[in-house]
């Protein structure tokens, strides 16, 4: 995998991308790897910084997450919730028959290696409350506003 390093107005972006998929997104603290960018990568880029400023709302790249089949289940239910709506853990453990398994879809939920792109912010609890976030409660909460908004 390929690593590229951007800055944005919400930190250090670390994108990591194959064969013009990306694959893995995280925001770190320094560079930690050989920087490759690339004209995938500068796309990437350019639509999550567009996605910031209120500009996107849709990506238009190709996705690859590196995820096991449970999570790939829950990711792809949750790629279904649209820019500016929010579902529940319990709900997409209900649209993928496990309506028990609300707290696995959590789990799965938080182990989503391209947040933002597949919109892990926009799932919340049933009763209402932000829940965790791998960026951190703040920036779900400023990710929300940012799409209620627009």
Same mark, same amino acid.
């Not at 453990?93 to 309506?99: D, L, Y």
């Given at each position: 995998?390929?690593? &590229? +390093? #951007?800055?944005?107005?919400?930190? /250090?972006?670390?994108?990591? #991308?194959?064969?013009? !998929?990306?694959?893995?997104?995280?925001?770190?603290?320094?560079?930690?790897?050989?920087? $490759?960018?690339?004209?995938?990568?500068?796309?990437? +880029?350019?639509?999550?910084?567009?996605?910031?400023?209120?500009?996107?709302?849709?990506?238009? +790249?190709?996705? #690859?997450?590196?995820?096991?089949? +449970? $999570?790939?289940?829950?990711?792809? $239910? /949750?790629?279904?919730?649209?820019?500016?709506?929010?579902?529940?853990?319990?709900?997409? &453990? !209900? &649209?993928?028959?496990?309506?028990?398994?609300?707290? &696995?879809?959590? *789990? %799965?939920?938080?182990? *989503?290696?391209?947040?933002?792109?597949? %919109?892990?912010?926009?799932?919340?609890?049933?009763?209402? !409350?932000?829940?965790?976030?791998?960026?951190?409660? $703040?920036?779900?909460?400023? /990710?929300?506003?940012?799409?209620?908004?627009?």
């Amino acid at each position: 995998m390929n690593f &590229a +390093f #951007y800055n944005s107005e919400i930190g /250090l972006l670390k994108i990591g #991308y194959e064969d013009k !998929k990306l694959k893995y997104l995280k925001i770190v603290s320094k560079i930690d790897k050989s920087n $490759q960018k690339s004209d995938f990568s500068d796309i990437v +880029f350019l639509e999550i910084k567009e996605y910031l400023n209120k500009k996107r709302k849709v990506f238009s +790249f190709d996705i #690859y997450p590196n995820t096991t089949y +449970f $999570q790939k289940l829950v990711l792809d $239910q /949750l790629l279904k919730t649209n820019y500016g709506k929010t579902t529940t853990y319990k709900k997409i &453990a !209900k &649209a993928i028959n496990r309506p028990k398994a609300y707290r &696995a879809v959590g *789990n %799965a939920v938080s182990k *989503n290696p391209i947040w933002i792109v597949i %919109a892990c912010h926009r799932c919340i609890r049933s009763d209402g !409350k932000l829940g965790d976030y791998a960026g951190g409660i $703040q920036l779900k909460k400023k /990710l929300l506003d940012l799409e209620k908004s627009t």
